[in-house]
């Protein structure tokens, strides 16, 4: 088991940048897979981004060459770096872990933070 804690969430001006991490304890996180999820108000979690093992990592359309996941596995932690906020990135962010090779669908992820708020203001 696993067990995720997010941070760094809150209120921004659209055009700004903030910066989540997630702290991991438990099982040896670099076993991993890593994965951001959002979800706004009134709509389903949505995949963000993912970070492997191996390091590759995967983005959403939405927010390609605006935010960047990362991870050191020596600090047990994944931050996702997100600049050019828009308000349409206004949502609850969640980390999650998952051992499924590939996985970007929330059903895939084992393991989940319990959010933090980012709200970005227009």
């Known amino acids: 088991q696993v067990q995720l804690v997010e941070s760094g969430g809150g209120l921004v001006q659209a055009g700004g940048s903030l910066r989540l991490s997630c702290t991991a304890s438990?099982?040896?996180?670099?076993?991993?897979?890593m994965g951001w999820f959002r979800q706004a108000p009134g709509k389903e979690r949505e995949f963000v981004a993912r970070i492997r093992r191996s390091y590759s990592t995967l983005y959403a359309d939405s927010v390609k060459g605006r935010f960047t996941i990362s991870r050191d596995n020596a600090k047990n932690m994944v931050s996702l770096q997100m600049i050019s906020l828009r308000s349409e990135d206004t949502a609850v962010y969640y980390c999650?872990?998952?051992?499924?090779?590939?996985?970007?669908?929330?059903?895939?992820?084992?393991?989940w933070g319990q959010g933090t708020q980012v709200t970005v203001s227009s």
């Open positions: 438990g099982r040896p996180f670099s076993t991993y897979d």
């Open positions: 999650a872990a998952t051992e499924v090779p590939g996985a970007r669908e929330t059903y895939e992820y084992e393991f």
